[in-house]
């Protein structure tokens, strides 16, 4: 399939969503871009255009770019983290940066749902 009709048909999927439904994608998207590093920013901004890449041995390579992979090196979160002192029975909430980086990582989580409970012995 060629890119136009690629284009074209997201376009006319787009086309079907409410204007309200199509802002709140659209800021969600620009959100997101605003908080990538400037490189991985650029690459994305030029996808489907022309590039010439060098190899090792000075060889150009021409050609569109329709994909890339990224490796985040850090990651950053905001975090609100309740730290329980057992010896006490409290709780202390925090609000929280926290930076780190992949290679101390061995999981990744994306919370789509919490819930608050009350402290009981159990815990």
Same mark, same amino acid.
């Given at each position: 399939?060629?890119?136009?009709?690629?284009?074209?048909?997201?376009?006319?999927?787009?086309?079907?969503?409410?204007?309200?439904?199509?802002?709140?994608?659209?800021?969600?998207?620009?959100? +997101?871009l605003? =908080?990538?590093?400037?490189? $991985?920013?650029?690459?994305?901004?030029?996808?489907? &255009? #022309?590039?010439? !890449? %060098?190899?090792?041995?000075?060889?150009?390579?021409?050609?569109?770019?329709?994909?890339?992979?990224?490796?985040?090196?850090?990651?950053?979160?905001?975090?609100?983290?309740?730290? +329980?002192?057992? =010896?006490?029975?409290?709780? $202390?909430?925090?609000?929280?940066?926290?930076?780190? &980086? #992949?290679?101390? !990582? %061995?999981?990744?989580?994306?919370?789509?749902?919490?819930?608050k409970?009350?402290?009981?012995?159990e815990?």
């Open positions: 399939m060629l890119m136009s009709d690629v284009l074209d048909q997201k376009i006319n999927e787009l086309m079907q969503l409410d204007k309200k439904e199509l802002a709140q994608r659209l800021a969600l998207l620009e959100l +997101k605003e =908080s990538i590093d400037p490189m $991985t920013k650029f690459i994305i901004d030029n996808l489907f &255009k #022309p590039w010439r !890449l %060098i190899t090792r041995s000075n060889q150009p390579i021409l050609g569109v770019l329709l994909n890339a992979s990224f490796e985040p090196t850090e990651f950053i979160l905001w975090r609100e983290e309740d730290v +329980k002192d057992y =010896s006490k029975k409290e709780i $202390t909430h925090e609000k929280k940066y926290t930076k780190i &980086k #992949p290679g101390y !990582l %061995i999981s990744m989580d994306v919370i789509e749902y919490k819930e409970k009350e402290w009981t012995d815990y």
